[in-house]
């Protein structure tokens, strides 16, 4: 007697009915294409709701509604089909710093685009810029420096680090709030030299 490997995990089967296959030859290709017309289309009657699944509506406008949400969203034929990308926090980042490029490098000045960070693209398309072997000593990331972001590559880059240090020093400079800071007297008698001061 064979053993019977145990299932690892759930198995679930929707009990479906059965087309019998008794009767005329006419009523049963009759049945039979009218199982699989049913089968094929999104549309189905109330009786074969199975097991309390959901059964899509009866109701054309909500079947259409239905119909259009499962039409893949693509960017048209204009744009190669090109796909809606679904936003992981990494991507996002990545999206929110392109959008803040101006502000990353002094000495690179881009074309004033929309910098608002709540309109991310839908469409777009992520890739790999690979160099040319001309530019291996000159202009090549090192293993150390490629990292798997662009947020993460950012992060590392020594240069842009001094020059964020730098900009946010001269920031705090300037909104410093002005104060009387420069006019009090420091030292051990300061308290007597004013007093000197306005006697005089």
Known sequence: MPESNPVVGLSWQP???IPS???????????????????ST?????????????VP???????NKLLRKQIKDTAGNNWFDMPAQSITPELQKDLKLL??????????????????????????????????????YSNRLTKKERKAT??????YDQDLAAYRK??????????RPAGNDKWKIKGQNSRKRANERRNH
């Open 57 to 63: 509506p009866n109701e054309p406008k909500k079947l």
């Open 15 to 17: 009990k479906l009915p």
């Open 21 to 39: 296959s008794s009767g005329t030859s006419n009523g049963g290709s009759a049945a039979k294409s009218q199982t699989e017309a049913s089968s």
């Open 99 to 136: 959008k803040l490029r101006g502000a990353i490098d002094p000495k690179r000045h881009y074309k004033k685009g929309d910098s608002n960070l709540k309109s991310l693209p839908k469409y777009f398309q992520v890739g790999t810029v690979i160099e040319s072997p001309l530019e291996f």
């Open 166 to 175: 730098r900009k946010v020093r001269e920031i705090e400079e300037q909104n």
């Open 150 to 155: 662009l947020a993460d590559e950012l992060l």
């Open 42 to 54: 999104l549309w189905k009657p109330n009786s074969e709701l199975v097991d309390g699944l959901f």
